[in-house]
């Protein structure tokens, strides 16, 4: 297909030019307006410089995430449930506000603009939390180490330090949806190439995520924990402006997609739409009203399917709406196409699914919390080296690493010859994943089991201790790594192909918002869990000292009540049906049984 362009002095060379150079078969736009040139648009150019914003800006993220829970114990003089509670609450408004920014790109700004004023206030947040850092918390001078804590703060020095964690959550929180779709928007769907490099980007966007958090895992992590919290809080900082250079660089490269308007009002319209219909009796064989063209900008249509038929009344023309039509005064609220009611049906069914995955990601953020603080009251001695225990989530992005690779180079293809089909789908690998989470909890609950069998009675810090290794946590966090890989590469894979065409940055927001109800979730249950199990003669499963508590019990709960939400995940994905897009049903051969394993 050409492109057409409205240049007044081309030149008959340039036209011809032009005439030959293929454009992009999805809609999408250049930096200037114009239909994207595959040749000279999006791509792996494009994505690459995505990814290595994606892992800068997570280096500077996870540099105040990983080590927060330990920032908010030695400096803010907070106790270690509190403190669980806190990172717990905090990293869920990171997530919550993934909807706001997927509101704002699906409907208004765009993603490469919500991408970039989402970054700039994430690069304001992190250089106010290390002047306020500099200026006021690290009192005495050498503070916020194991040994010396803080002293305490006023009102107005805590409340800056609120303030700047919550622009950080804001920034990073609003980003993230939308630079995995923009990612994604790089690679057309119409090319059998491009669709399938599309298809790899989701595993190479989350390894970059976990490349990136490395070395904050490792490098920043030992300064944050011996101390020097300063330092590592600017050198987040230089990362995060450093990603948002690099972002900016490739504005001329990247393809666009126009915003398509807010969508609760098309949502309402089928609402309102099928309630006024309510007595009529849509027959299976009855046609239904799609109008017979449709823009590029509104996106694919979207296939009629069975399900929820009291929203098929919406799209039902009636003798009145007829009337209306040959009036030209048929109105959205009255008469709905097909695809708008499709659309309303594609995010109910996601739902349930979604819903599902929230429990997983209660397990996923005692990863930033609990592991922590379970390694803090192990031995982290190598001779006379200390292991801070935040950087035991190294292992956790080996894993994500080694899985990514064993996915992609030998179990994906095996599962593909093996069962004639295109590999695994997305709802089975998150099957796949909520199994390995429930290993995970199962393999921490073991060591703490034996990590209390080997306590030291006479802690110095009051805050509990063990001869156990700290490395008998690696199993926990390896298996929490894989479960990643088949968990939210699925879940960004899922989302993003089965929401409408005007909704994918909503569709990436879902898995960013199961994560934010996921940590809330986990501080209500610790909450509970101590409020139940404290009594006169023990205080509770997790207490300061962690010693003289159960952790292990709190572990095996987690397992339980995930093993419970994998059998219902089960039945949801049994019940699920793909969504179907006009034209490219051929793509979707592979999803038609999407049983769970």
């Known amino acids: 297909m050409g492109c057409l362009y409205f240049l007044r002095k081309d030149t008959m060379e ?45 280096l500077a993220f996870f540099g105040i ?3 927060l829970v330990l920032f908010l114990t030695r400096v803010m003089g907070q ?10 609450k905090w990293t869920g408004t990171v997530y919550l506000f993934s909807l706001l920014g997927a509101f704002l790109s699906d409907s208004y700004w765009g993603r490469y603009m919500t991408c970039a004023i989402f970054q700039v206030i994430f690069v304001i947040g992190l250089v106010s939390l290390s002047l306020s850092s500099y200026i006021f918390l690290l009192k005495p001078s050498g503070c916020g180490n194991k040994e010396l804590p803080c002293g305490s703060h006023s009102s107005y020095q805590t409340i800056l330090f609120y303030v700047s964690i919550y622009l950080i959550a804001l920034g990073n929180g609003g980003y993230q949806p939308n630079i995995a779709t923009f990612g ?9 190439r491009e669709q399938h490099s599309k298809i790899v980007f989701f595993s ?35 990362s995060a402006a450093l ?16 915003p398509n308007g807010n969508p609760l009002p098309r949502f309402c319209q089928v609402f309102v739409a099928a309630t006024r219909k309510w007595k009529v009796k849509v027959l299976q064989d009855d046609k239904l009203y799609e109008v017979d063209e449709f823009s590029t900008d509104e996106g694919r249509k979207m296939l009629h399917t069975e399900g929820f038929r009291f929203l098929d009344k919406a799209a039902f023309i009636t003798s009145k709406n007829f009337k209306q039509m040959e009036e030209s005064k048929c109105s959205p609220w009255y008469l709905s196409t097909v695809t708008q009611v499709e659309e309303v049906k594609c995010i109910l069914r996601l739902l349930p699914i979604w819903l599902c995955t929230i429990l997983y990601s209660v397990v996923f953020a005692q990863m930033a919390s609990l592991f922590v603080e379970q390694g803090d009251a192990m031995d982290t001695r190598i001779s006379s080296f200390h292991i801070p225990p ?35 789908t997305e709802l089975q690998r998150m099957g796949i994943g909520l199994v390995l989470a429930i290993m995970a909890m199962v393999s921490a609950g073991l060591v703490e089991h034996f990590r209390l069998k080997n306590a030291i009675e006479d802690c110095n810090e009051c805050k509990g201790s063990s001869s156990l290794s700290i490395f008998w946590q690696v199993p926990q966090y390896v298996f929490v790594g894989a479960s990643e890989v088949f968990m939210y590469v699925g879940q960004l894979e899922f989302f993003n192909a089965q929401t409408p065409d005007g909704l994918k940055s909503f569709g990436s927001a879902l898995c960013m918002t199961s994560i934010s109800l996921g940590n809330y979730v986990s501080s209500l249950l610790v909450a509970i869990v101590m409020k139940i199990s404290a009594t006169d003669e023990m205080p509770g499963w997790i207490p300061g000292n962690l010693n003289k508590g159960h952790l292990d019990m709190f572990y095996f709960l987690l397992a339980a009540l995930t093993a419970a939400d994998l059998v219902i995940y089960v039945l949801m994905a049994r019940w ?20 769970v394993v």
């Open 65 to 67: 995430g990983v080590n």
């Open 243 to 258: 990603a948002l250079v690099l972002f900016l660089c490739g504005t001329r490269r990247y393809r666009y997609f126009k």
């Open 14 to 58: 340039e036209k011809v030019n032009k005439e030959h150079q293929v454009c992009t078969s999805d809609g999408a736009i250049d930096s200037q307006g114009h239909p994207a040139v595959r040749e000279k648009t999006g791509d792996w150019v494009a994505a690459i410089l995505i990814l290595v914003n994606q892992g800068l800006a997570t």
């Open 204 to 238: 190479y966007f989350y390894l970059a995520l976990n490349i990136g958090s490395l070395f904050s895992n490792t490098i920043l992590n030992y300064f944050e924990d011996d101390g020097l919290w300063t330092l590592g809080f600017w050198a987040s900082a230089g």
């Open 576 to 595: 699920y049906k793909y969504v179907k897009f006009q034209g490219n049903n051929e793509n979707d051969t592979n999803k038609e049984d999407p049983e």
């Open 390 to 424: 935040a950087s035991m989530s190294t292992f956790d992005i080996l894993s994500v690493a080694i899985v990514i690779f064993i996915y992609r180079r030998v179990l994906d293809p095996l599962v593909a010859r093996t069962m004639k089909s295109k590999g695994l």
């Open 79 to 88: 106790d270690n449930a509190e403190a669980a509670n806190s990172v717990s």
């Open 184 to 192: 994604a928007d790089q690679f057309d769907e119409g090319d059998t």
